[in-house]
């Protein structure tokens, strides 16, 4: 019988994920005491409740059975490399370009997309970017590559 490889794969990556936050938490910051927190009581709190819940997910899995697992390789490396564009793109044009780029990037995931589409989409997300963090967040990030 083939397992629930999906939920198995999601609860474990919940559980490190979890984990390694809490346990990071608990080396770098103060843990503080239930009536006086510390910086470090909220990220550890989360992270084992994290871990928990992956744990949750992963368990019955084990014992369902599932669909096996297809990689979509375009769709991950389209993902992948627009975090790769939007990593390399962002102190030298700026937000709202590598928003765009990234956007415009990812979006060749999927085929059914037409470029007016892409292009609205990528226009949208951009805006929603300098909304929240330039302007509503107060972040300071180059905005355009002249602003740098």
Known sequence: MQRDVRDLIGGLLMTAVGAGAALYAQAEYE?????????????VVLGWLLAALGVLIALPALLRPGESVRLAGRAALCVV?????????????GLVLATVAAVLVASLADARFTW??????AAAIAALAWMIFIAGLGMVLPTWPWSA
């Open 31 to 43: 843990l503080g005491e239930l009536r006086n927190m510390g910086p470090g009581f909220f990220p």
């Open 81 to 93: 490399g627009s975090i790769v564009v939007f990593g390399l793109l962002l102190k030298p044009a």
């Open 116 to 121: 007016r589409t892409r292009l609205l989409t």
